[in-house]
């Protein structure tokens, strides 16, 4: 093998590592639930919380209008912020994984995507909590991380309709319209309860907060109920929670 033959074999690795991957299980693997196409119901999700600053804000908001929903948090915030997941709970929501610690999963290593896979479940136990969903952060894979999803018996879950609410050029109204123009029943509907500074009201999950101020009240006006992921794909999925984990 000449040179030029290792290194286009270096790239094709890196391509499927980094690439390859995460387009595949965005975009066709059937393992990957995008929207609940046999439900009359809509499903909110939150990621990257929780947050002291916002999370309370929006739980607040749901149990206003009873609204129950999923919150996919990070491992070391949950374990962080204790009481905002038992409350999580005793509200009726459901809780998904999220990562541990919110890496690019595309850069991440087999060990470290195992260990990542590991440690959270560890912080789940804890709390005696049996998680049955997983989202990658950003939506991006590498070719283990729906591997150790399916090990430890989470099933993977993306969504139908992205605000990009995370950006803090994502107005008010943007978000406000991303979901009025495009929801429909079975949609999963992907937003975010927490950012990376926590010290500004601007963007992310402010902007959040006031679009749901906004389109909650319209949604229940058009007649659109929501739900937690538990009821809307819980029947699919046969959770063994740890089972066939590596020691």
């Given at each position: 093998?000449?040179?030029?033959?290792?290194?286009?074999f270096?790239?094709?690795?890196?391509?499927?590592?980094?690439?390859?991957?995460?387009?595949?299980?965005?975009?066709?693997?059937?393992?990957?639930?995008?929207?609940?196409s046999?439900?009359?119901?809509i499903?909110?999700?939150?990621?990257?919380g929780?947050?002291?600053?916002?999370?309370?804000?929006i739980?607040?908001?749901?149990?206003?209008?009873?609204?129950?929903?999923?919150?996919?948090?990070?491992?070391?915030?949950?374990?962080?912020?204790?009481?905002?997941?038992?409350?999580?709970?005793?509200?009726?929501?459901?809780?998904?994984?999220?990562?541990?610690?919110?890496?690019?999963?595309?850069?991440?290593?087999?060990?470290?995507?195992?260990?990542?896979?590991?440690?959270?479940?560890?912080?789940?136990?804890?709390?005696?909590?049996?998680?049955?969903?997983?989202?990658?952060?950003?939506?991006?894979?590498?070719?283990f991380?729906?591997?150790?999803?399916?090990?430890?018996?989470?099933?993977?879950?993306?969504?139908?309709?992205?605000?990009?609410?995370?950006?803090?050029?994502?107005?008010?109204?943007?978000?406000?319209?991303?979901?009025?123009?495009?929801?429909?029943?079975?949609?999963?509907?992907?937003?975010?309860?927490?950012?990376?500074?926590?010290?500004?009201?601007?963007?992310?999950?402010?902007?959040?907060?006031?679009?749901?101020?906004?389109?909650?009240?319209?949604?229940?006006?058009?007649?659109f109920?929501?739900?937690?992921?538990?009821?809307?794909?819980?029947?699919?999925?046969?959770?063994?929670?740890?089972?066939?984990?590596?020691a």
């Open positions: 093998m000449n040179d030029y033959s290792i290194i286009g270096i790239i094709f690795i890196i391509l499927i590592h980094t690439i390859l991957a995460s387009l595949y299980f965005r975009k066709f693997s059937p393992c990957v639930k995008r929207k609940v046999n439900s009359e119901n499903f909110l999700t939150f990621d990257d929780p947050s002291p600053i916002y999370t309370l804000e739980l607040d908001l749901l149990k206003k209008y009873e609204i129950k929903a999923t919150f996919f948090v990070i491992a070391k915030k949950a374990k962080e912020h204790s009481d905002i997941i038992y409350r999580m709970i005793e509200d009726g929501h459901t809780l998904g994984l999220h990562s541990n610690s919110h890496k690019n999963q595309c850069l991440r290593t087999y060990w470290q995507t195992k260990r990542d896979f590991q440690k959270s479940m560890e912080v789940f136990e804890e709390f005696n909590y049996q998680v049955r969903y997983y989202r990658a952060p950003w939506g991006l894979f590498n070719p991380t729906h591997y150790y999803s399916n090990k430890f018996g989470l099933k993977t879950v993306l969504w139908s309709i992205i605000t990009s609410d995370w950006n803090p050029r994502a107005n008010v109204y943007r978000i406000v319209n991303k979901i009025l123009n495009n929801v429909s029943k079975g949609d999963i509907i992907v937003l975010h309860d927490s950012n990376h500074s926590n010290n500004s009201d601007n963007g992310a999950p402010g902007n959040t907060i006031q679009a749901l101020n906004i389109v909650l009240p319209i949604l229940i006006e058009r007649g109920k929501f739900e937690t992921l538990d009821k809307g794909i819980g029947n699919e999925v046969e959770v063994s929670f740890l089972s066939g984990a590596d």
